[in-house]
């Protein structure tokens, strides 16, 4: 297996409201099945889609639970600068998002928060002074 993560789906409950947040945070559609299928999104180097909990479940071969995110699974955006945190909280509070822990200077140096988009999904926002972005914005340890 080679060393890669092609795409992040987060299953969600509403899947127009789910789209909806994450275009308010600017981000563009990049495909999009049938009404109420599944939402893609292309980000930098890989992919990230939205897809009803009913059909996550259902593609998967398990129980629908209906309930938010299961595992301990925390998508990251990193940014380019320590400001660029609050910024982008701020961001996703206006857009709908729930400011879960604001940003602060964290134990390994850098500076994070989270919030949790309108399913529950939590996400960190960090600025990371040991690993910074290229000019793409793609990142690397």
């Known amino acids: 297996m080679e060393q890669r993560l092609s795409i992040i789906t987060l299953g969600v409950a509403d899947l127009r409201r789910a789209q909806a947040f994450y275009e308010a945070l600017g981000w563009r559609v990049a495909s999009q099945e049938d009404a109420g299928s599944i939402v893609c999104f292309t980000l930098n180097g890989i992919g990230f889609a939205l897809y009803p909990h009913e059909k996550f479940a259902e593609d998967i071969g398990l129980p629908d639970t209906g309930g938010g995110p299961t595992g301990a699974v925390t998508p990251a955006y990193n940014v380019r600068s320590r ?25 390994w140096g850098g500076h994070s928060g989270y919030f949790k988009d309108p399913d529950g999904h939590l996400w960190e926002v960090a600025w990371n002074p040991f690993s910074p972005l290229d000019d793409d914005g793609n990142f690397a340890w």
């Open 83 to 107: 400001e660029d945190v609050a910024a982008v909280l701020d961001e996703a509070e206006r857009a709908g998002g729930t400011i879960v822990k604001p940003a602060q200077d964290v134990f």
